[in-house]
């Protein structure tokens, strides 16, 4: 369930766009400054996950308050202020990376299909198979890490996460489980990789 | 199986967020924040943009100008200095400016395809039975033979024409355009089963040593909170009923769906069946499209469950 947001914060957010609506914007962003410092930390661990670097995440966490404050008018109270700003924050963040134009692997969605691994055709153990899950999962492009981390790290529900990415849940479901099936791959492909050098060594 | 492999996801999750050195807010991203907000928006000076776009725009009148009359005088030129002969060879243009002798070359019409004929579906709820629980899949029959290569090669050949015209078959995966193929309701299924923790059940008396022809049983528990046959229709809206082989019909118990999947020759065809107060059944099978078939495995494992504690299933 997505969490409403609470009174304390409807009313605070009614207070700024009161003050705005009188044109007093010191008045409406003294009555904002609540939320940034609240959730700074928050939005800034956010935009990190998805830029990678420092100072870049900086800036698009700093615009997502600027855009959230620009567009309180719009807020419907139905999600918390948080997911509502981690909502324009993953908006920011796509189009920074977007500008940057950087490449990923990605794996053709054809290997995917029908991609069953079972447990005995790994190689490795279960400790260097993290340790291979951890590359791969770094190795994915920031959208798929995204999910993955908001839905097994925070263990957000599905509808949540939805609301973040913009995105239908059943799409998200259904993306989840080729991520899944797509890091059993590169696992796989980096275990090979290692095998045939072991065996040139 | 599934656990772990969850498991492992988690914990490389985990170790990944904590090798990660936390980036602490800045000393003055509250002030920057803050102070960007404050600021007036900045004015746009209109005055300027007026300015160039004037520019802009004189500039282009001039350039088309230019390039405007230039040309028609050109032409002009071209029409009253070359005679029409008889014995030349011209080619005439399809308006002829000026000359209200010869009669307008007129391009032909484009061809147009006979409209090709749709599968209509037929989503009317029938009149609604008493739930039947010798229902039969009414499937042709399945050919004992293979197909031979022939056979194959024509099937192929008639899906790719057929896959012109299709909707989604048509569509070549080349942008991150979502397209809905056949096979992701299965994994949407297989997702559903994963989140109830309801294992898959494949068929075993499927036709024997045929690869083709796949059976696959979802036995989900009744939960208020989970609405499985919602979750089922609700997936089922992404196809549209142009779709190759689109089939959609329902009764009070079951939902019938079947679609094919032209690019790969396979037919999908999926029951959603309410057994009891506590079952809800998916049932799946896949098999080459236009190859007759008829199974049993529906029924015996309908009659399996019905009369069998269901936590075997769960």
Redesign the interface.
Known sequence: MVKTTDIDERQRISRVTDYLNAGD??A??TE??YF??RY??HV??FT?RMVSN?AD??EV??NT??KA?SRLETFEGRASFLTWACRIAYNESINHLRHRKLRWINID?AQI?DIDI??DEFSTG?EE???L??EA??NLPPDERML??LY??EDKPLNEIAFIMDAEA??L??R???I?KK??IMIKQKEDERDERRRFA | ?KE???D??????????EK?T?????AD??D???G???A?PKTIKMWRWVAAAACIALVAGIGSAVLFFGKTAHELEMIAETPVKENVEIQEPAVVINDTTAEPAVAPEPKLEAPQPKVKPNTKPEAKPAPNPNLRMERPLYAANEPTTDDRESANSDASQKAAQTNYAENQ?ETDD?VFTP??LD??I???A??QGVNKINSECSIANDSNFVETFYVFPVKEEFDVLG?FV??VGNYSNASPGYFFNNTEQQIFFSIDDEQNGVNYFWIAERIDDSKIMIYSVHAPIDIEYESDCYQQFYDDITFTNFNTYY
Do not use: C, G, W
């Open positions: 914007r010191k409406a962003a904002y400054a940034v410092r700074s930390q800034l661990d990190v420092r995440a900086e966490a700093q308050f600027v404050f969605d299909a079972a447990d279960r198979r993290i340790k899950m951890e999962l770094d993955v981390h097994y790290y059943n799409a479901a259904v989840l489980h080729r899944r890091l059993l | 199986m772990t492999k969850d492992d996801l988690r914990e490389a999750l985990r170790r990944s967020v990660r936390v980036t602490k807010v800045p991203f509250f920057k924040v803050i960007e907000i404050e007036e995966i979502p096979a992701m994994e949407f297989e997702v559903l994963e989140f979750q609700q997936m």
